[in-house]
């Protein structure tokens, strides 16, 4: 069985940080390209970050660019966002989510399985 778990979330202040962590069991982690995705109830989710296999290539949206960093460490199996200068538009839940791709992709569509989430709150 495939699972994805998110942790990390919280409240914090404007221009505060976080570390969100997704651990990944039931899969080859290290063939998967692996991404991040937000949203916030009532619209569309949105890309956020991804990263290649073993980490060599990465790719942000305009809106992150800067702030937030996206890791990996294929020996724990586990997926990292570090969200630093957070905004209160950078609330909302975020989703860990496998690629088979074999490449980075910034389209949901491409990713076949997710996790659950977990809450960012940003407050002003």
């Known amino acids: 069985q495939v699972r994805l778990i998110e942790s990390g979330g919280g409240l914090v202040q404007a221009g505060g940080s976080l570390k969100l962590s997704c651990i990944v069991s039931?899969?080859?982690?290290?063939?998967?390209?692996m991404g991040w995705f937000r949203q916030v109830p009532g619209e569309e989710r949105e890309f956020v970050a991804t990263?290649?296999?073993?980490?060599?290539?990465?790719q942000y949206s305009e809106s992150v660019q800067g702030r937030f960093y996206i890791s990996r460490e294929n020996n724990k199996n586990t997926l990292y966002l570090q969200m630093n200068r957070l905004k209160p538009e950078d609330t909302a839940v975020y989703y860990c989510?496998?690629?088979?791709?074999?490449?980075?992709?910034?389209?949901?569509?491409?990713?076949?399985?997710w996790g659950q989430g977990t809450q960012v709150t940003v407050s002003s």
């Open positions: 989510a496998a690629s088979e791709a074999g490449v980075v992709v910034t389209s949901q569509r491409a990713y076949e399985y």
């Open positions: 990263i290649s296999r073993f980490g060599g290539t990465t």
């Open positions: 039931g899969l080859p982690f290290s063939v998967y390209t």
